[in-house]
């Protein structure tokens, strides 16, 4: 059983566009993490997002939290060809080590 | 130093072969972490130390065995592998116990079983 589903899974778009990549869930998470991951390598993480209805802006990125701590999204503004990767967003407990990932977005984004 | 390095970047090796893994982080972090991804897949987690003991192991099969001799290194010993186990294989750390489990990853080992 997946506890974190993304939406899309697959995003192919024009350099310039704006673009939503959803994270959701049935459960509640004690905070959120967003990760980029390129071909061949190991994730990278983006942020954290801990507080019911927080956003957090990085650079063309808006990254936001449910207010019921069990949804997110990632808004990237005017993507660039840099922007392409594997988006993974990932729940943490309180009390447990690991993390749940989700299922995951491959974007492109076209010159 | 906010790097998790790991070593060999790839390996292929046979089904009879005996291999390692090594994973290596100085952040002070006390847990870490193997994970397992295939293509287009998220990671699938394998085991977990948190204070250099395992605390989690995801049903891993025998043939794939973790070691931490201490608070930076972390091993997994390879013994006997399927084709099916070929895979990118991750290391991350972080601090244990902390509610938002930032977890950092290193580059991965891509290993080829034959």
């Known amino acids: 059983t997946q506890l974190l589903e993304q939406s899309p899974q697959f995003l192919s778009i024009q350099e310039g566009e704006n673009l939503t990549v959803y994270c959701n869930s049935s459960?509640?998470?004690?905070?959120l993490q967003w990760y980029r991951q390129e071909p061949g390598e190991g994730p990278v993480l983006l942020v954290t997002v801990v507080t019911g209805g927080e956003v957090k802006k990085l650079k063309r990125l808006t990254f936001q939290f449910g207010d019921a701590r069990k949804d997110s999204s990632l808004h990237i503004t005017a993507a660039q060809p840099g922007d392409t990767g594997l988006y993974l967003c990932a729940g943490a407990r309180t009390g447990a080590n690991n993390l749940f990932f989700g299922t995951g977005t491959r974007l492109t984004v076209i010159p | 130093d906010t790097e998790v390095t790991q070593t060999p970047k790839h390996l292929v090796m046979g089904m009879t072969n005996k291999k390692s893994l090594k994973c290596e982080q100085h952040?002070?972090?006390?847990?870490m972490y193997w994970y397992k991804q295939k293509a287009k897949k998220p990671p699938e987690l394998m085991f977990v130390?948190?204070?250099?003991?395992?605390?989690i192991n995801e049903s891993v099969p025998s043939r794939f065995s973790p070691e931490c001799p201490n608070s930076s290194l972390l091993n997994l010993h390879l013994h006997a592998l399927q084709p099916e186990d070929s895979a990118l294989y991750l290391c991350?750390?972080?601090?244990?116990?902390?509610?938002?489990?930032?977890?950092?990853f290193g580059p991965g080992t891509r290993l080829t079983v034959l």
């Open positions: 459960s509640v998470f004690s905070s």
């Open positions: 952040m002070g972090h006390r847990a």
């Open positions: 130390y948190s204070y250099e003991k395992l605390s």
């Open positions: 991350a750390s972080s601090h244990p116990g902390l509610v938002y489990n930032e977890q950092f």
